[in-house]
């Protein structure tokens, strides 16, 4: 039995939440196109999504851990791949559109530099002349210019849901105000789901790798509310911090978080009486939240994580290196283009020469821009 996609419009309405994004009500893509046989709106975005280049690429970007510090920590494909696997339990707990949300949460961090924040503090430092940078403005410009898909135009052509779900995505690492978007209209709740889950990952997900990478102390866990709490309700042996304790007590820790957030939200939504996508959109500031309570209840977690892992030295390091090599490539890169490869020197016939090696440099992957950096500055490496 096949079911078309008029079927799949028609199941949402019978299915979602009143306040859920139905594929049918999009606002639309900037340039026609037909819809598919047998695929919703929100289906095509996010196949479009992980068929590009872009996304590829995000298996060799650091999300803490440079590649080269071992195989078994996350990098920033894995890391959105866990951020998508979260807000899809989100939105189908709260009734919304689990496609949209998985789309959003794919692309989020799609026009992320090599070497993790490292990298984008240093491109934007890089490009404070030129128009400056960041990752979701750069995620923006993947998809709708340096993708190319389509014969007809540049990018990927997707929804405008999605698009404003890369603009509006808000997080402690992030910087909205960009694009032909309303900023003083609330995104979809799918985007805001998308933003909570990709909150809910790094912060769950960065404990654990520094556990595993040994930069955090297991004893030094004891500072940690989340961790008495669960050594009181587990029967484990916790003592002896091994990767089975470790596996259970994260496991918990993502728990701990999707439950406050789901549960929180759903009693926001009732109370505003929320029930529709205009109501979400009318309220003008973010309906999916945590508690007051779990707010509290994570600082000491984010300051712990901030202090003890992101501020580590071995992870310092790291940050240092990455400023260099992207540094030292920009400046040689701008000085003379011919160091570009051919394709991308034709497009600074009619764009800021900063701006081209800005997408270069942004484009690629750790592995890559280590091996171009040997290649411009090692005299023994083959160009």
Known sequence: MLFTREQLEDKEYLTLAPYGMKSRET????????????????????????????FRRLEYKTQVFVITEGDYYRTRLTHTLEVAQIGRTLARTLGANEVLTEAICLVHDIGHTPFGHAGE????????????????????RVVDELEERFPEYRGLNLTYEVREGIAKHETAYDEIGFGDFDFGEAPTLESQLASAADEIAYN???????????????????????????????????DRFDDMVRHKFI??????????????TDARLTANRIDAV????????????????????????????LTRFYRHYRVMRMASKAEQVIEKLFHAYLADPNLLPTKTQARLENQVHARVVCDYIAGMTDRYALDEYARLFDPMTRV
Do not use: C
């Open 251 to 264: 496991r918990w820790l993502v728990n701990e978080f999707v439950g406050d957030f789901v549960e929180h």
């Open 27 to 54: 606002r639309g893509r900037v340039h026609p196109d037909p819809e598919h046989e047998y695929r919703t709106a929100f289906q095509r975005d996010r196949d479009r999504i992980l068929h590009t280049t872009a």
């Open 121 to 140: 503090y240093t491109m934007r430092r890089l490009m404070a002349d030129y128009g400056g940078f960041n990752h979701q403005q750069q995620s923006l």
């Open 278 to 305: 205009d109501k979400v959109r009318g309220f003008g500031s973010t309906l999916a939240e945590f508690s007051d309570a779990f707010e509290e209840r994570k600082k000491p977690l984010q300051e712990f994580l």
């Open 204 to 238: 769950t997900a960065d404990l654990d790798d520094g556990l595993r990478a040994g930069l955090l102390d297991p004893y030094d866990l004891n500072e940690l509310e989340f961790w008495r709490e669960w050594r009181a309700l587990t029967t484990m042996e916790t």
